[in-house]
């Protein structure tokens, strides 16, 4: 048997552009002579849908668009993602389930059973899990069909599950194993889902073959590396990361004596970090439907990693950096970003801030009450360039890119509507000690960022002489702090056993946790760890929890 | 035996601010002479603490004060809400749990068995459900202990769930129920609420028990309501809405032959809305450690009405009111914004915006090409009076209330990071039209919002002449549109079905839409209604679902 793994980039709701891709896949599979062709997890819907899976309405679109796929798979069968409507009263109202389609009809639907509900994943506020394993006769194969999170529980000893679907498909011989994803990119997760498969295919002495979708939606990156393994733990194919792919491939290679050759792509963190965050910018335009970006260019080397990213995700030609200088930026500020620019071919304006900041200090002079200079003034300026940007971006149809990063987003280092404008924040989950590390990767062969901006001290210049160093620690030792606290749940106590200092920590982790309100404003993140700000970290606003 | 009822208003993560307030009550209660107090649901963290249940040493802390109520329990038992740790490996590593304190000891512990987990409620993100019940003797009764959503599956009828933790706990002969719950406000559910207390009361012929928490945290106000019944479902007692309250009662009244003289309060809409909208304000204020708040206010009703709802909050003295006219500003605005201030009592000042309006527009004439009038101007104005009060906020410590309503916010009529700017949403689930009812009710007995305010036609004065209705259609067919939408989750055509012109239910769907991303950076909105926008409704930004 001939089975074509399609990885695409699917667009939630957008049903008719779903069917369109599908449908031009199942047509390629069709020419290279695949009797099967293997989409993704709620490949017709798109993933993930959340509350749209609410609507009847939205419902009965995917429905539709499985009876027409269906009307395709007279010739070649489709086994497709999409949900489905659980017939009894009792239970959710859907299960997250994979559709078989052959002959032209409906042959079979498998329902996912280990609905994650953690993090970024919501999946039990919508689906009833399966109960009910069925292995599938196709073509002379018995095919144990599951869906993502379904072949996590090795063993049963993952905790949060108390059944392992492939234990009970087991029970009916399958011979062969498909898995639909939506396997979402964090800068391990490559990795970590490679283990699986093949802990899966070792555990069961059966081949893998593993689709997952490929493309961003809003935060979160699907990073496709879709794979077939052989029985013994080959690796027979392994789509490309961040693009779509279709290949087919005979069944004949996976029931081997001897492991196929491996075709494993190298899986470097920051290529990896890189190449999600260019597919989650252009994704973001695209599916919203707009081409070009502003962003504010500090100077600073934020910004200027942004920008890079950006002229990378849109080309340069669409991408408009804004210098806007006040009179607490060095000269260095403007001519870096200046040589920046060259450097990209992207455009560029320079709008001084210096009139409306006076404007306002003039206006709001007599209503400051003589208090002395202090976070006021410094976000007047910051809200001045926000005013700027959104000006220019709502006249000319652009959408603006945020700068923050992952360090400052953590401890409120930025102003709300000033510096945290925009509608995606491209580094808000890159700590700023990788910030330099993706920054010098990017340079490894020329100097695309120009070195001054990466050796220079880190400074906001919304007073004189400001350095990030004067109200917050080197950043090697914030972000190793932030990271227990964030990415590993550890406590103050846990964090000064490592050997931090006792008032540093108690500092860091009350910063962190008194800025919940501005983060529930800032836009969202592309996600590139295991636990990134937005709808991946729920936190109260009013808590007072070390703070 | 005696029992106390304690309804408080719990602080999330502040665990000697619960303590304190929990042991305060059990002095109250001990005076009383009783021999149980009960509080409510999770009382010992707050309700609901989200993502702060991940770390251990949240958990730790939790404990500590359990351990820490024990002792207080050797003259009266506490029965109290807290999370505890799920000894088995497998399953989710906690429960939602009611501590039973006795005798300087923990007696029991009953775990909650049913997980909200739909709209503002995640609690299967954390908990593990109980699967195994028991009834408590205690001083000659035995009690059945359930927890908030454990009575709203009567019958097993409720699909969400597959058992009924009372006709579990029924197998035990049981003669009394307690609920501890942290339900949540909205308009119709105190009434929802005593129903269901009445159908158990009813069905299973035993008194209840019922204690449900106080306090907004955050978006979400908890109403308080509790309620004693007796086994005929006469209402024992009904502690107030929206107020702390301990109360005492003997079990002897609870197993009457004859239902109680019924104490029920009134449910009234608008009081409900008004009096759960000035307890988010102030309990906002409070748990963040503010004390005033400011506002812009131009003239139109909805920051009017904000203003009103803020000064009964905190006090007039600790409300600014800024009026920022602008050249389409017309007299009545300012006019009637003073007779608004001069009736409440506030702080005004005076800020015209003109000045810097036409500092930035000549700025940025160059840099938009000749482009025509749009919204990037109009936005402008917008933004520079977000920055003037952000400014004012920042500068003299106050928290900068939004003044956005439900259905502007549902169709995105609002400038982001301009009037879309504020730390809270007072009136973010309150539709226009009920906007104008709540406005007269609060006029019912005299001229408190100036009438003139209340019948104008709504403008955002932007451009000239400009009115609500020129690009919106009447706020009561927009707003029934918005409901069956957003309340009812129907779609385009069933919508259309019920007598709406189709072009417009397009337009509008597509408005809501469409505004995702604006939704995604607005402040917290208190919660009112069964559907606000927030964390209860999770939409993708980049989706493409009838727009």
Redesign the interface.
Known sequence: MKIALAQLNY????FD?NYEKIKASVETAKSQGADLVVFGELAVC?Y?????L?????I?QSKAVIARLAKLSSEVAILVGAPSVNPK?????LFNSAYLLAEGKVKHVSHKALLP??DIF?E??YFEPCTDFQVVEFKGHRLAITICEDIWNIGNEN??Y?VCPMDELMKQQPDLMINLSASPFDVKHAEERLNIVRENVQRYGLPMIYSNNVG???EVVFDGGSVVMDKQGGIVEELPYFEEAVRCFDTDQLFVEKASEDKEQAKEKFPLIHDAIVLGIK??FG??GFKKAILGLSGGLDSALTTVLACRALGPENVLAVLMPSKYSSDHSVNDSLELVKNLGCQH?I?SIQ??NA??LE??NP???G?PF???EE??QA??R???L???S???GFILLNTTNKSEAAVGYGT??GDL?G?LSVIGDVYKTDVFALSRWINRDKEVIPVHIIEKPPSAELRPDQKDSDSLPEYDVLDEILAQYIEN??????IIEMGFEEALVTRILRLVNISE?KR?????MIRISSKAFG?G??????????T
């Open positions: 667009h939630i709701g957008n552009y798109g993930p849908p959340r509350d749209f609410e609507f009847r309405d939205f009965r009263a009792e239970g959710k109202d509900t953690y919501d039990y506020r905790p949060l108390k961003a939606q809003t994704d973001y599916k919203l304006k709008i009139e409306p404007t306002f206006l709001l209503h400051f009450e208090k202090n976070v006021a976000n007047i809200r001045t926000g005013l700027i959104m000006a220019l709502n006249k000319h709300l509507y404008c509608g749940r550890k406590g103050p106590q846990e309100y529930y404003q800032t836009p969202p709808v970290r729920r936190m109260p606003i009013v808590g007072k929890y070390l």
